[in-house]
């Protein structure tokens, strides 16, 4: 199995090649610039390829944003009985519920629920590791917010280990940010991960852009998230989620006693980190 970057693999002899990454780069920009519809025909190709070559179990992660919702829609055109993922992490805005709950109804979806564990509900891993972008939470160190790993990535690795899972379908643009375009070109848009998952990643829409989702939907008439427009947002996920740049303002107009009482956490966390400080 291949992916449309091309087939050689870019880690050589314990480094990245620079001359392969370039050109799977150039390439990937290439793909980027496609019309939808020549994209559509290089993802429907790309679901093929996994749903011949992958030898069991396949899941789709989806959070019911925009995204993945394309990506359900693209994929059960050939796999109809997939099972579909959804992390529910306690602090989802209600119209992704709402719009979950829709789409099983409407496109009689087969939805597996993970939930985190008691000990990793939201509020307890804010106390534990601190809000993400704020001092407590920078000290824990690591790329990935702790919330993140605990609230959705360790609920999937353990769904993917308990069912034997050989292949998930995950909603990735390489367009959502620089981090995320370099992943994908240096791993195409298939494959193998060891490492805590031991099976196929596949990201249909690695190569789209939101223009194209939006045009996707229209052109689908696929029902959306209506937290698009209420909250004037372009990624749902957690409605508490204080790692991006106008989450105040998002959050204040989503539910202003929320925002308060996360604003208070953080300043008595402040206060707690600093009188600790003192101390040692």
């Not at 367009?175 to 805590?196: C, D, F, K, L």
């Amino acid at each position: 199995m291949g992916n449309f970057l091309g087939y050689v693999n870019p880690w050589q002899k314990g480094k990245w090649d620079k001359k392969i990454l370039s050109d799977r780069a150039y390439r990937f920009n290439e793909i980027v610039k496609l019309p939808l519809a020549e994209k559509i025909r290089i993802t429907n190709d790309l679901i093929l390829i996994a749903k011949k070559n992958i030898d069991g179990p396949l899941s789709l992660a989806c959070s019911f944003g925009k995204d993945s919702v394309v990506m359900l829609h693209l994929v059960k055109k050939f796999i109809p009985d997939i099972t579909i993922v959804f992390n529910d992490t306690g602090v989802e805005y209600q119209e992704t519920m709402e719009l979950r709950d829709l789409l099983i109804d409407l496109w009689g979806l087969n939805v597996v629920e993970l939930h985190p564990k008691p000990n990793n509900q939201y509020f307890r891993l804010m106390r534990r590791y601190g809000f993400p972008g704020t001092v407590r939470a920078k000290q824990q160190g690591g790329h990935t917010p702790k919330c993140c790993f605990y609230l959705k990535e360790k609920p999937m690795i353990d769904y993917v280990k308990e069912n034997k899972i050989k292949g998930i379908f995950v909603g990735l643009m390489g367009s959502e940010s620089v981090n995320r375009r370099s992943v994908a070109i240096r791993y195409g848009s298939m494959h193998y991960t060891v490492q805590p998952w031991h099976c196929y990643k596949i990201w249909p829409i690695i190569h789209w852009t939101d223009d194209d989702i939006w045009e996707y939907h229209d052109l689908h008439d696929i029902p959306r998230n209506k937290a698009y427009e209420k909250y004037n947002i372009n990624r749902t996920g957690c409605a508490t989620c204080t790692n991006f740049l106008d989450w105040e303002i998002v959050m204040e107009k989503w539910n202003p006693k929320m925002y308060a009482r996360i604003k208070k956490m953080m300043r008595d966390f402040e206060k707690e980190d600093n009188a600790l400080e003192k101390w040692i």
